[in-house]
């Protein structure tokens, strides 16, 4: 591509993201719905409904992935400093924080707790991507594809 087109599309698509921020915002908004097991802490990490059923879509499609749990961690990188990584995961921690909805576990080390409590877990879709999307109460969200 030429870097004249380039100039030219970089504002439609950074408003376009921007466009699509918003939407996922609301969208994570309406879909997402408490647990009632989970305490009313604003320190709980809460999933919601979206990315509960996407997890027992995954589990349900392979024998091998019946016991995956949602590894939910912050690695050093990416633009802010801090880069937050989604994994399938079949073993915990002694240090891990598990939090659980409708059978779905949601797995935290002590260290990525810190960063990320208080924070909800969805699952989206868009034309573009599929991915666990994290988003903290203050409107900052950060999503993985996975």
């Known amino acids: 591509m030429s870097r004249s087109l380039l100039r030219r599309l970089h504002p439609l698509?950074?408003?376009r993201l921007r466009q699509n921020q918003t939407l996922l915002s609301t969208t994570s908004a309406l879909h997402h719905s408490p647990s009632p097991s989970q305490s009313p802490s604003?320190?709980?990490?809460?999933m919601?409904?979206?990315c509960v059923q996407r997890m027992k879509e995954l589990q349900a499609n392979e024998a091998s992935m019946k016991d995956k749990m949602l590894r939910l961690s912050v690695e050093t990188g990416g633009c802010s400093g801090f880069q937050y990584v989604f994994l399938l995961v079949d073993k915990t921690n002694s240090d891990d924080r598990i939090f659980e909805r409708d059978g779905v576990k949601l797995v935290v080390d002590?260290?990525?707790?810190?960063?990320?409590?208080?924070?909800t877990v969805d699952y989206v879709e868009e034309l573009i991507r599929s991915a666990f999307l994290g988003k903290h109460k203050p409107e900052r969200s950060w999503w993985v594809q996975l």
């Open 110 to 119: 002590k260290i990525s707790y810190d960063f990320v409590k208080g924070a």
């Open 13 to 15: 698509i950074a408003a």
């Open 48 to 50: 919601t409904d979206n």
């Open 42 to 46: 604003t320190d709980a990490i809460e």
